[in-house]
């Protein structure tokens, strides 16, 4: 693996390319030429621009705590969940992933444990310290409607409507 300092900076130019010109601009000779490093040096780390990309989102930052408590803890995590995966370039980013995750099941495996099953145990915890009976079951229904429509390009929950769905529910599970 690359330097720290090296892989940082190519972590920086995915990311920043793909702000700048979008996830098509995505080339071992752009992040190259954007990180200033050699084309051997990306391959010497990641055998391909998703393995790059996927290692960029996965380095992202966590999110801040919040100061909420019970339902509105949840709210707040899926509220900055749903603004996270709206915004660009994340948004395109995730749905080149996407695109990856169906054909190829080492990108799937490193989805699912590296960015999916960190933020699912964090919304289970915050669901079961909400008081769900079945915090696993609760959160797949939470989640569930997020994904369709992020997936399908609908319009995401905002304010009241994604708190009326997180009380829904969550009164499912009393």
Same mark, same amino acid.
């Given at each position: 693996? +690359?330097?720290?300092?090296?892989?940082? *900076?190519?972590?920086? $130019?995915?990311?920043?390319? $793909?702000?700048?010109?979008?996830?098509?601009?995505?080339?071992?000779?752009?992040? +190259?030429?954007?990180?200033?490093?050699?084309?051997?040096?990306?391959?010497?780390?990641?055998?391909?621009? !998703?393995?790059? &990309?996927?290692?960029?989102?996965?380095?992202?930052?966590?999110?801040?705590?919040?100061? /909420?408590?019970?339902? %509105?803890?949840? =709210?707040?995590?899926?509220?900055?969940?749903?603004?996270?995966?709206?915004?660009?370039?994340?948004?395109?980013?995730?749905?080149?992933?996407? +695109?990856?995750?169906? !054909?190829? /099941? !080492?990108? @799937?495996?490193?989805? *699912? =444990?590296? &960015?999916?099953?960190?933020?699912?145990? =964090?919304?289970?915890? &915050?669901?079961?310290?909400?008081? @769900?009976? /079945?915090? +696993?079951?609760? !959160?797949?229904?939470?989640?569930?409607?997020?994904?369709?429509?992020?997936?399908?390009? &609908?319009?995401?929950?905002?304010?009241?409507?994604?708190?009326?769905?997180?009380?829904?529910?969550?009164?499912? %599970? *009393?």
């Amino acid at each position: 693996m +690359a330097r720290p300092g090296t892989v940082k *900076r190519v972590h920086t $130019a995915v990311l920043d390319l $793909a702000r700048r010109a979008g996830p098509t601009a995505l080339t071992m000779e752009g992040i +190259a030429a954007e990180a200033g490093v050699g084309k051997q040096t990306l391959y010497r780390s990641w055998p391909s621009v !998703t393995a790059i &990309l996927f290692d960029a989102l996965a380095q992202g930052e966590e999110a801040p705590p919040t100061d /909420e408590q019970g339902a %509105d803890s949840v =709210e707040a995590v899926l509220g900055a969940a749903i603004e996270e995966i709206s915004a660009e370039p994340q948004c395109s980013l995730l749905r080149v992933l996407a +695109a990856s995750i169906q !054909t190829d /099941e !080492t990108v @799937a495996q490193e989805f *699912r =444990e590296r &960015l999916l099953a960190p933020q699912i145990a =964090e919304i289970r915890d &915050l669901v079961r310290e909400a008081g @769900a009976r /079945e915090p +696993a079951r609760v !959160t797949e229904m939470l989640l569930a409607p997020i994904f369709y429509r992020w997936f399908m390009r &609908l319009p995401q929950f905002q304010g009241q409507e994604l708190t009326g769905h997180v009380r829904a529910v969550m009164a499912l %599970d *009393r």
